[in-house]
């Protein structure tokens, strides 16, 4: 078997009622704010422009306190604003701003979703105040004697040592490497993970409900050996249908390997997609530092933030895609030195599958 294939309808099948009820209002809600944004977008008037934004800043507050009246009651799903002081929220709605925007440009898009990971590194193993351990660093004074500094740092050992990174390709390899980089620094003996890369896709061809998602493990490249019994973490900026992430883990499983945990780090996600994954995989938690409110018919997040794979690492030549080897190339010196022992890595789990 080089390939495997599951369909929306079988992620459905994993929402209870409840499930489908919250979801539908939701999407309901966004439905009505279109009509607004179109009306936004195409009246000249100035009173008229000022009345459809007050009625966007009234809708998309009446969204939030839909959205947070379901997942309170979610202990797997972790929202950066549900879980954090209301004093550091403007810091992150100014980030997801700026991502949305059009206007912004790979090199700038790429630091944003850099801080965004940090936010939620943060947010996932940050919280351990009674845990930690002393560092020492030589500084660059070296006079009147060689100077250092002693700093304390959360001991994330413990969560984080027997972790792999599993990417799937494109959109998820940079988050991916961030998150491995973020382990390395907070790690007690400079732990680098593993990495597992899969090549899935979905037929953009086709609409949300008869979606499929094809995992192609002649291009996947992964040793089962480094992922039993481990910490999986996946790392991709959007969540929509929970597809990619529950083809993947439902592959892994019929194999016989078993996860310690499962992790999934997003930057923005849908409710849709999160319900999914909590419902299909056990134990499964995911972070995210954004949630969106709706897909549209091709299984795009709304309002989102568009091709989070092509504002990251530029588009593909759909006759001439790259090899994720191509593909960490053309990050680039800048990316590449700051990211080193995550590369080699990648390379050597590329490397020893050829």
């Not at 599951?6 to 489908?20: F, G, I, V």
């Amino acid at each position: 078997m080089t390939k495997l294939i599951l369909r929306a309808m079988d992620l459905d099948s994993y929402l209870n009622k409840e499930d489908k009820d919250s979801i539908k209002l939701l999407t309901d809600k966004y439905n009505d704010a279109l009509e607004i944004f179109n009306r936004y977008s195409t009246t000249k008037k100035k009173t008229s422009k000022e009345a459809c934004f007050q009625e966007m800043v009234k809708i998309y507050s009446e969204m939030g306190k839909i959205m947070k009246n379901n997942l309170d009651r979610e202990k797997n799903i972790h929202v950066y604003s549900l879980e954090t002081p209301s004093f550091i929220h403007g810091e992150v709605s100014r980030l997801i701003a700026k991502l949305r925007d059009g206007n912004t440009q790979s090199p700038e898009f790429v630091y944003y979703i850099q801080r965004a990971y940090e936010l939620l590194f943060n947010l996932a193993f940050g919280g351990e105040p009674d845990s930690k351990h002393n560092i020492v660093v030589k500084t660059p004074v070296s006079f009147p004697v060689d100077n250092y500094a002693i700093h304390n740092i959360p001991n994330i050992d413990q969560k984080t040592g027997n972790s792999v990174m599993i990417v799937m390709l494109r959109a998820a390899l940079l988050p991916s490497m961030i998150v491995s980089k973020e382990i390395q620094e907070y790690s007690s003996n400079n732990y680098v993970t593993p990495f597992a890369l899969f090549k899935i896709g979905r037929d953009d061809t086709k609409k949300e409900m008869n979606m499929s998602y094809i995992l192609d493990l002649e291009k996947s490249y992964f040793n089962l050996d480094y992922l039993d019994g481990k910490d999986w973490f996946f790392a991709d900026p959007m969540n929509a249908t929970g597809g990619s992430m529950i083809t993947v883990v439902k592959f892994l499983l019929d194999q016989g390997i078993t996860p310690k945990s499962i992790k999934f780090f997003n930057v923005i996600s849908v409710m849709k997609g999160s319900y999914r994954i909590i419902r299909a995989i056990d134990n499964a938690e995911i972070y995210t530092l954004w949630m969106d409110p709706a897909l549209n018919e091709k299984a795009y997040i709304m309002p989102g933030i568009g091709d989070a794979g092509d504002r990251i690492n530029g588009p593909d030549n759909p006759k001439y895609p790259r090899d994720i080897l191509q593909l960490m190339a053309d990050y680039g010196s800048r990316i590449t030195s700051l990211y080193r022992s995550q590369l080699r890595s990648i390379e050597k789990t590329v490397l020893s599958n050829n």
